[in-house]
């Protein structure tokens, strides 16, 4: 979640992907009060459509703005498109392409509070690219809720390959294109053939993979099954094997018995998880996971501490592998990027935000390449 906004205006953005993320929001609101006791304060997001009720009913509250509305000016009457900040203050842009979700995995209180899946056209898209690459930006990463099903509902429902396409054929200065979290059940042949050979594509996947046993992916009411990921990242690897992986997880889901969790974890080596977002389970009110057979608080924590260390263990042994090579690094501070396949690598002192340098790293040092 975000807290911004000027003296006499507060917005804060909420989340509500986990309980603890409602909690932070409730946090940064108390906070952002306490700091600017006369401002105007207002909350939009998920966490301010899901726990309507909570937030509005907070005394540090003035108001509530609907997540749809969010980014219309009129909805909040003193914003203008002029005050947003400059892009050029950022590295990379994000460019979001969807919003909404129309599955219903049974953890996931996002389709109650983002509604159905909406996509935007592929020219209205191209000119916010355009918009991105004239203030001297030289990555975009495609962002959705569910990145992959974009699409869906516009005329003729295009797959998600065909905007990825039209993004890398109409903007050739364009260097990186990367995208944030897939749905690897709705990789299309265009986005596949892309992600394998195109090199402004960056070698980079990071999947919705949620768990790596089967029993807990139908519970869960996923659409791919321990199998389908594995055959999908060995068929991507064989052709890019350079591709870092990256993908969430959820620990400790209902149900999940310590033979299940084993399958969770093997899941990591099998893959070679290297950007790992492990959440320990949180149920989240109105989603069917709920009424599910809860696993004990301290084994869900202890078995999220398990996959976070087997991912750190994975990226470690992958960033040795990645000393002494010529990665392309994108400066996002003075002295630090991320390479292509996400590593973070430092870049030397002074380098300008923004640009792309080539490093050769020599060693680790707080799980970065220096
Ligand atoms: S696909 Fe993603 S956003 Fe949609 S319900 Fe499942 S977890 Fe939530």
């Given at each position: 979640m975000l807290a911004g906004g000027s003296d006499d205006l507060i917005v804060v953005n909420s989340c509500a992907v986990t309980s603890e993320a409602v909690r932070q929001t409730r946090q940064t609101i108390r906070r952002a009060r306490k700091a600017n006791p006369s401002a105007r304060l207002l909350v939009t997001g998920c966490a301010s459509e899901v726990e309507r009720g909570m937030i509005s009913g907070m005394p540090e509250v003035d108001g509530l703005i609907a997540n749809d509305a969010k980014l219309d000016p009129r909805a909040w009457?003193?914003?203008?498109?002029?005050?947003?900040?400059?892009?050029?203050?950022?590295s990379r842009a994000f460019v979001q392409v969807q919003n909404g979700c129309d599955h219903t995995c049974t953890f996931c209180v996002i389709p109650q509070g983002r509604g159905p899946s909406r996509s935007r056209a592929i020219g209205d898209v191209l000119e916010d690219v355009a918009r991105h690459i004239d203030a001297g930006l030289h990555e975009v990463v495609l962002t959705g809720v569910d990145l992959t099903s974009w699409g869906n509902d516009l005329p003729g429902a295009p797959q998600f390959g065909r905007l990825v396409a039209a993004i890398l054929a109409g903007f050739p200065q364009l260097a990186r294109l990367r995208l944030s979290s897939i749905d690897g059940a709705e990789v299309d042949a265009q986005l596949f053939e892309l992600t394998t050979v195109e090199p402004r594509m960056m070698p980079h996947v990071h999947l919705s993979?949620?768990?790596?046993?089967d029993m807990v992916l139908k519970r869960m009411k996923r659409r791919h099954s321990r199998q389908d990921a594995i055959t999908l990242v060995q068929s991507l690897r064989e052709r890019r094997p350079e591709i870092g992986l990256g993908a969430d997880m959820i620990a400790g889901f209902p149900t999940e018995s310590e033979a299940m969790h084993r399958n969770n974890l093997s899941i990591i080596a099998e893959l070679g998880i290297v950007h790992g977002h492990v959440f320990p389970f949180s149920p989240r009110p109105g989603t069917p996971a709920v009424r599910m057979p809860a696993v004990d608080p301290t084994r869900v924590k202890s078995r999220a501490a398990e996959l976070r260390k087997a991912v750190a263990e994975q990226r470690e042994a992958w960033l040795q592998t990645l000393i002494g090579e010529r990665l392309s690094v994108l400066a996002e501070t003075d002295d630090s990027g991320h390479a292509e396949n996400f590593a973070p690598v430092k870049v030397p002192k002074g380098t300008r935000r923004g640009t792309i340098v080539t490093v050769t790293p020599s060693r680790i040092e707080q799980g970065t390449l220096v």
């Open positions: 009457n003193v914003i203008a498109p002029a005050q947003r900040l400059p892009q050029t203050r950022y993979l949620q768990s790596g046993d």
